[in-house]
C-alpha cells in the first residue's frame, strides 16, 4: 500500500493549477445515462473516483472512449443498457448511488446496491429513495440490493426534502429531466456542482431552472448531443488556500473561480492571510502568527463546506488562541483529531464541537489516513510538523486529490511516495 513520507516544516511558493471537480464529475457521468447521443465531457480530473465511475458506466454498457491526458470522455451509450450496479462497486465509491435516478428514468429498472454507512456517519438513502417513489419508482429492498421499477415514463410532483442532501438533490434532478410533466424540488442542494450539473443539463436541451432553495424541473423528451466542461475543484482549491495560510505561504491559485470559495477565503481572511482575487485565481499569502476563529460552522453551501472542516482544524491547532469548529453535516467527521493529537494537537470533543488549544508545535509522526479529506487534512499537519512523518493508506486520498504530491512538490513541500 502507497504511503507519503513528508519532511517538515515546509514553506510553500508559487503556482498551482486546479483540477476538475470531482463531486462535479461524477453527477454528470452519471447524467450521460440519460442519452441516446453521444456526449463529451471535458476537464476530468484524474482521480480514482472517476476511474471507478467510468468503470461502472462501461459495465452498464456505455462505451467510453477517454482522450489521451484522460481528461475528456466522449460516451455513447447502447440501445438496450444493463440496470445492475454490484455492491463491489457501490461499498467503493457511495457516488455510483447516483447512477439510480437515470436508470429507473430511461429503463424504468435498476437492481443497486445499497451503500451502507461509513466512517463519517450513517448516511442512509431514504431522502432518495422517497423522492424517486414520489416521482413514480416502486422498489423493494432484497439482499442488501434496491430492486426498483417503474410503470413507464415518470410522472413530475412536489418533493420537499426534509433536510439539505447534495446526493438525493442529483439523483431527483435526474430523475426528473426526462419525466413526464413539472418537479419542484423544495429544500433543494444549490451546492455549486448542482449548478454545474443543471448547466450541463440545460445546455443538452433540459428545462431545470432555480429560484433560491426551489429547483423547478420541467420534463423533456430527451437530450441532445452535448459537449461540456466541468467546474474547478473547490475543495482542492480551498484546501490550497488553506495550505498557503498554514505555511507562511506566498501562493497562486489558478484556473479556479474565487467567488464559489468566498465564504472560506472570508476564514482565512479572519486567520491572518492575505488573500487578491483575481479573474479565475488567487494570490494568498500566510501570516507570520495564525490568528484563531472563535466559531467555524459547517453547513450547506454556501456555508463553510463539510469537505474543507478537517483542513481548516489543522490550521486552527497552528494559531495563537483557542477555537471552535461546529460540524453539522455529518455526524462522525472527527476522525482526524486522533491523528492530530498524536502530532501533537490538544483538541477536546464535545459532541459535534471541536475545542481546539491552539498553539501547537507539531512533531512528525507515523499516521493513518481514514477518509478522503481526513487524509488531506494530515498531509497539511505533516507539512508543517518539524521532522519526519509517514501517511499510511494514501488511497483515499487518490480517490479525489488529482496528483496531490506532484502539486505540493512544485510549490516546495518536501513530499515523496513510497510503495
Ligand atoms: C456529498 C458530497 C460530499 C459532501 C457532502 C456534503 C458527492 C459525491 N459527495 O455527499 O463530498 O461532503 O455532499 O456537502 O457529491 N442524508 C440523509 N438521508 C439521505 C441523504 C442524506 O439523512 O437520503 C443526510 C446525510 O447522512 C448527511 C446529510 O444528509 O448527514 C448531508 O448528506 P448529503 O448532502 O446527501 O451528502 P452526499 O451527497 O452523500
Not at 498524536?342 to 477518509?371: H, V
Request: net charge positive.
Amino acid at each position: 500500500m502507497d504511503k507519503f513520507l513528508i519532511n517538515g516544516p515546509c514553506k510553500i511558493k508559487g503556482k498551482v493549477k486546479i483540477s476538475g471537480s470531482k463531486n462535479s464529475s461524477l453527477g454528470i457521468l452519471a447524467a450521460t445515462l440519460l442519452f441516446d447521443k453521444p456526449v463529451v465531457v471535458k476537464n476530468l480530473p484524474r482521480v480514482q473516483d472517476i476511474r471507478s465511475m467510468l468503470y461502472l458506466l462501461k459495465s452498464l454498457g456505455s462505451k467510453i472512449i477517454l482522450s489521451k491526458d484522460n481528461r475528456t470522455v466522449k460516451i455513447i451509450n447502447r440501445k438496450r443498457m444493463k440496470t445492475f450496479c454490484d455492491y463491489a462497486i457501490v461499498k467503493k465509491m457511495r457516488g455510483s448511488f447516483l447512477v439510480l435516478g437515470p436508470l429507473i428514468s430511461k429503463f424504468n429498472k435498476a437492481k443497486i446496491s445499497m451503500p451502507g454507512g461509513c466512517l463519517i456517519g450513517a448516511r442512509p438513502v431514504n431522502y432518495h429513495l422517497a423522492a424517486l417513489k414520489k416521482l413514480g419508482m416502486n422498489f423493494d429492498i432484497k439482499n442488501g440490493y434496491i430492486m426498483a421499477q417503474s410503470k413507464g415514463r415518470l410522472k413530475g410532483s412536489q418533493i420537499k426534502f426534509a433536510k439539505v442532501s447534495v446526493g438525493a438533490t442529483t439523483n431527483t434532478i435526474l430523475a426528473a429531466c426526462l419525466a413526464k410533466g413539472t418537479t419542484h424540488i423544495k429544500l433543494a442542494a444549490r451546492e455549486p456542482e448542482i449548478f454545474d450539473l443543471t448547466q450541463f443539463l440545460n445546455k443538452a436541451g433540459a428545462n431545470i431552472k432555480w429560484s433560491g432553495r426551489t429547483c423547478t424541473v420541467v420534463g423533456v423528451n430527451s437530450l441532445s448531443q452535448t459537449t461540456y466542461t466541468v467546474m474547478s475543484d473547490r475543495i482542492e482549491a480551498g484546501t490550497f488556500s488553506v495550505a498557503a495560510t498554514l505555511a507562511k505561504g506566498n501562493l497562486e491559485i489558478i484556473n479556479f473561480n474565487p467567488k464559489i470559495i468566498e465564504t472560506e477565503l472570508k476564514l482565512l481572511k479572519k486567520a491572518g492571510a492575505r488573500i487578491k482575487q483575481g479573474n479565475n485565481k488567487i494570490f494568498i499569502s500566510g501570516p507570520e502568527k495564525i490568528k484563531p476563529i472563535k466559531n467555524i460552522e459547517t453547513k450547506e453551501w454556501p456555508g463553510v463546506a463539510t469537505d474543507m472542516q478537517s483542513q481548516f482544524m489543522v490550521l486552527m491547532c497552528m494559531a495563537n488562541g483557542k477555537s471552535i469548529i461546529t460540524e453539522n453535516i455529518f455526524e462522525n467527521r472527527f476522525l482526524h483529531v486522533g491523528e492530530l493529537q498524536r502530532l501533537g494537537a490538544t483538541i477536546r470533543i464535545q459532541k459535534n464541537k471541536a475545542i481546539i488549544e491552539g498553539n501547537t508545535k507539531f512533531i512528525g509522526a507515523e499516521l493513518m489516513s481514514s477518509d478522503l479529506r481526513a487524509s488531506v487534512a494530515l498531509v497539511l499537519a505533516a507539512m508543517v510538523s518539524s521532522g519526519k512523518s509517514i501517511i499510511n493508506r494514501i488511497y483515499h486520498l487518490d480517490r479525489g486529490y488529482e496528483n496531490l504530491e506532484n502539486k505540493l512538490r512544485n510549490i516546495g513541500v518536501k513530499i515523496r511516495r513510497v510503495k
